[in-house]
């Protein structure tokens, strides 16, 4: 019997790169010999991170819907059409047994040349989801999301996550980590970073507050993003350590150092956060459907978490909020404990379970929903 060869649909930002990436690691920690292609577009993310996960990249076009009428929009049938062609000829090319859709600029393309001919597979990161896996959930039965009820017939499997995320034990690792970032091993420690590109508003939020913090025995670990260099504090920003980075590509090290985060509220940070016990001051971007405030609206109803609108942060808010809660130990436990309560290590098993129930069934007679 021929290895299964798996499509992954799911360029553009991180927030759909992630969870493709951390299925095909679960695929093939049990099938090292399975296939598989991963989409994408030349402008997107994937063209480094997905590469440097040994995973095969194939490019197409890019269809992303405009937000609103303009030239864009009447170019997007032309466009559409030629990248399902694209994603049709992959298919063909690899074989594929199954297409794995996660949202994001390739993942229309990759459900409409999919549809009737190739099982169907839709992962939901979001609260909300966005229009291209509303649209690929009409093809198929297999439908997973990580939150309850983001989509109506779907099930709930949670988020994939990293090995080194879903395995990590904080406490056994911290000081292993502090050492890593240069920190002091025994001061408390906030943890600031606004995902892959970082936050301005974030980044601002915690230099003004960072002569309050440091001043008060709380060192910082801020991953400013890689083009805000212009946000970093001068070399006497305190007493306590203040260590800035442009990014983290040790993410579990950085869980590991921190007793409490400051961040933007992406599925893929909510879920991590959850899983490893971190308790964070999340706050939602203030674009899109609001999908980011819904994100951290579980954990922080469970007690994991605080919530702070965009436009009330500022360094005032960081230090009255989480220096209090950085010197309280048995509160930071209460939330450590109500955040892990509420997370789950297991969601890459979840979905690879699902997309062998897709493989096993074929494609779906039933046709749209």
Do not use: W
Not at 130 to 150: H, I, M, Q, S, Y
Not at 279 to 291: F, H, K, Q, S, T
């Amino acid at each position: 019997m021929s290895p299964v060869h798996v499509v992954l649909a799911g360029g553009g930002t991180a927030g759909h790169i992630e969870p493709a990436l951390n299925l095909a690691d679960c695929l093939r920690r049990h099938d090292p010999d399975v296939g598989i292609t991963a989409l994408g577009t030349e402008r997107g993310l994937e063209t480094t991170l997905v590469p440097d996960r040994g995973y095969d990249l194939r490019l197409v076009t890019a269809t992303p819907m405009p937000r609103r009428p303009n030239l864009d929009l009447a170019r997007l049938p032309a466009r559409v059409r030629r990248s399902v062609a694209q994603v049709r000829e992959i298919l063909e090319e690899s074989r594929a047994d199954v297409v794995v859709g996660f949202g994001g600029y390739v993942a229309l393309s990759a459900y409409l040349a999919a549809r009737g001919s190739v099982p169907i597979v839709v992962h939901e990161a979001n609260a909300r989801p966005g229009l291209a896996n509303k649209l690929g959930a009409r093809f198929t039965e297999f439908v997973g999301c990580a939150v309850p009820g983001a989509i109506p017939h779907s099930r709930h499997v949670a988020m994939p996550l990293r090995r080194a995320i879903a395995d990590l034990d904080r406490t056994a690792m911290r000081a292993e980590a502090r050492a890593v970032f240069g920190l002091d091993p025994d001061l408390p420690t906030l943890l600031v970073f606004g995902g892959s590109q970082g936050a301005r508003r974030l980044n601002q939020a915690a230099l003004d507050a960072a002569p309050g913090l440091t001043s008060q025995g709380i060192q910082v670990l801020h991953a400013v993003g890689g083009r805000n260099d212009d946000q970093r504090p001068g070399p006497e920003v305190g007493p306590a350590p203040y260590v800035t980075v442009p990014y983290l590509d040790r993410m579990d090290l950085a869980y590991a150092a921190a007793d409490v985060a400051l961040c933007r509220a992406g599925a893929m940070t909510c879920a991590e956060l959850a899983a490893v016990g971190l308790p964070a001051l999340y706050v939602p971007l203030p674009i899109g459907n609001g999908e980011q405030r819904l994100n951290a609206l579980p954990v922080v109803n469970a007690g994991g978490g605080l919530l702070v609108d965009d436009a009330a942060l500022d360094g005032e808010r960081v230090l009255h909020v989480l220096a209090p809660l950085l010197h309280d130990d048995d509160q930071r436990r209460e939330m450590e404990s109500a955040a892990a309560s509420h997370g789950q290590r297991d969601a890459d098993e979840r979905l690879r379970q699902l997309v062998l129930d897709a493989v096993g069934a074929g494609t779906d007679p039933g046709g749209d929903r």
